[in-house]
């Protein structure tokens, strides 16, 4: 490749501004890439790329490259200023302040495309690859620069050593040119290629190109008398207004089909077509008449791609016929619109009216194809919401991110670090404590970004609890928790049943505790359960109460079952009882206070204050009532609900957080109920351990001034 030197950027630039800017942008929409010249070559004053040029050309051009398919004016500056924030001391603060937040965010994003690591793996690997970097790019604009960039620095990479040509080629084979390809920048994607083949197989590159060339000399006088006679043919059927292009195939996509067909060079024929460009679509298949009536047609070799677009949108006829030497010649004809789209892909979007900002979206095919490529379910007839989804994610529902080990992983967009966890592995999952993102400490809750890395840090003594749930995402994190908890709460309910059911069998088998086989057997019978451990199970999730199983147990004993049952014995809360044990949010009670404990079905006990509202009802069906106490030695921290009536605002709340946290105690949550000027009521959720700190709590409060009144609040 030849390499030059330019005589200076400033005349490079202007170069670009009075040729293709001016072929389509407005004066004031070129005077701004203008400024974004000035800044960038400010800031990159000083470097050089390694054939010595000053580094501005670099992003000059490829402005000039993007300038060739009409993009933007944006997409202009954000393509000057591509490299400013990575390489320069230029920050994003300062480009957002310069050049406004959505330039400021495309230099960011392809920045943070260049940051990402890609270390060649198997084919599923680039694929997640390429749809990241596709997904991180937000607005296909990035990856358009990106590729621009990419273009650029392929065509220059003959000054780099060996081993980075290729492993830069592999990378861009691999990755970038499918992207070109899937945007549609076809014209890009088959340059891209053959660089890279250049670069990975020298010397098959040179034997093919060598080929390809003599074929082409033998070829070329025969080709341009074919181009002609077909010019006269459709001059003959009245056409006037097209274009006949001779056409060579890439050097790779030859090399890709002698792989694919196992042919060699001479048995692969068609390497030479022509496109015929016209104007409408009716004159795409009078044309093909015309073709096929003055060369034979190949069978098995015509493809309508107009009313069949494919998938990208991509639309031509397609057709192959003997040529006058033997030769089998491709011949493709579409409209100019069509042959815009093929080229310029997704770019071709970007055409642009003279006041440089609104874009043609008069094309339908042209959109629709723009939103199958976002997403399928996003179709829409509306031009503003087009204009929108131009902007959205090309993924919108995947993030990609990173193993510790360089593996990409992809979850659910909204995936937290929790949901990465069980994606490792279940064990992984079930004994998570938080997560390295990025290098720096995170919560399980954190949600995950595209291109974080992710390391999960566990503990042999974590376990699921049911808050998990709140933000675990995909099914599989679900679903692991939720078989982890179910798991749990059997092992608690069978040891909260055995102690229930020991302790109402005192009551009414008069201190006997061994429950006979025989009565065992015959209970299981009647209630038809399996085993004695289910009816444990049962009746520590409060599906069985405990008093009426005893009462059929003595029954069946022939104890005296009549008769008061005298010294109840409570069941003693010791706070470990896992899930089936619950503390009701109504009176929140805290160890010291007496309660009761009223059994849910399927969800064990409740325990509540035996002055709490709510129980006044429930108290007439006793049976689903035990009494319950707290084990002395219970060490752990309950919530309490207190409304604070206050005089005065201002400083108010400070007071009585400052009580608070003086006597030990975190505030949970806070209230603030809407009263008149001067009064108001805030309720306070508190820490506390017991009663008696408590106490000392609402005595705290009621020493600030602006407090007229303090209560526990329950109900
Ligand atoms: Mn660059």
Known sequence: MRRFFRSSPEKAIRAVCKGRLANYLSQDAIDEVYQAFVFAEKNHRGQ??????????????????????????????ASLLHDVIEDTPATK???????????????????????????????????????????????????????ADRLHNMRTLDIMRAEKQKRISKQTLEVYAPIAERLGLYHWARELQDLCFLYLYPKRHSALSKAIEQRQGNRKLVVEKLKESVSLTLNGAGLEDFKVKGRQKSVFSIYKKMKKKQRTFDELFDIYGFRIIVQSVDECYRVLGIVHNAYKPIPGRFADYIAIPKANGYQSLHTVVFGPL?????????????????????????????????????????RQWLLDLLDPAHQTENAVEFLEHLKTDLYPDEVYVFTPQGDIKKMPRGATALDFAYAVHTDVGNHCTGARINKSLATLPSVLHNGDSVEIITSKGSWPTTAWLNYA???????????????????????????????????????RRKIPSNVQAALLDEFGL?????????????????????????????????????????????????????????????????????????????????????????????????????????????????????????????????????????????????????????DFLVDVKNRKQLAKIIKAIYRSPTVSKVTRHKG
């Open 48 to 77: 050089t790329r390694k054939s010595g040029e000053q580094y501005i050309h670099h992003p000059i051009e490829v402005a000039a490259t993007l300038a060739e398919l009409q993009m933007d004016s944006r997409t202009l500056i």
């Open 93 to 147: 603060e300062e480009v957002t302040e310069k050049f406004g937040a959505d330039i400021a965010l495309l230099v960011d994003g392809v920045s943070k495309i260049g940051q990402i690591r890609f270390d060649s793996k198997e084919q599923a690997e680039a694929e997640n690859f390429r749809k990241m970097i596709m997904a991180m790019s937000r607005d296909v604009r990035v990856m358009i620069i990106k590729l």
């Open 326 to 366: 033997g030769d089998n010649i491709e011949v493709q004809i579409r409209t100019r619109r069509m042959d815009q789209i093929a080229e310029a892909g997704v770019a071709a979007h970007w055409v642009y009216k003279s006041d440089g900002e609104s874009h043609d979206t008069s094309n339908h095919l042209a």
């Open 473 to 511: 995402v995909t099914a599989k994190a679900r679903t692991h928790i939720r078989n982890y908890l179910k798991q749990q709460t059997e092992e608690d309910a069978l040891r909260l049943g055995k102690r229930l059911l020991a302790g109402a069998t005192k009551q009414r088998l008069f201190g």
């Open 530 to 682: 399996e085993n004695w451990s289910q009816l444990l199970v049962d009746i520590g999730l409060g599906r069985r109460l405990p008093d009426l199983v005893a009462r059929q147990i003595a029954q069946l004993t022939e104890e005296k079952v009549e008769g008061r049952v005298i010294g109840q014995e409570a069941l003693v809360i010791r706070g470990s009882e896992g899930l089936l044990v619950t503390y009701s949010k109504c009176c929140s009670p805290v160890p010291g206070d007496s309660i009761i404990g009223s059994f849910t079905a399927g969800h064990g006990l409740a325990v509540h204050t035996a002055d709490c509202p709510n129980m006044s009802d429930l108290r007439k069906q006793p049976e689903n009532f035990l009494l319950v106490d707290w084990d002395e030695s219970i060490d752990q921290s309950f919530n309490a609900k207190l409304r604070v009536k206050l005089n005065h605002i201002t400083g108010a709340f400070a007071e009585v957080a400052i009580a608070i946290a003086e006597n030990g105690s975190n505030i949970n949550h806070v209230d603030v109920h809407e009263g008149s000027e001067s009064v108001r009521q805030m």
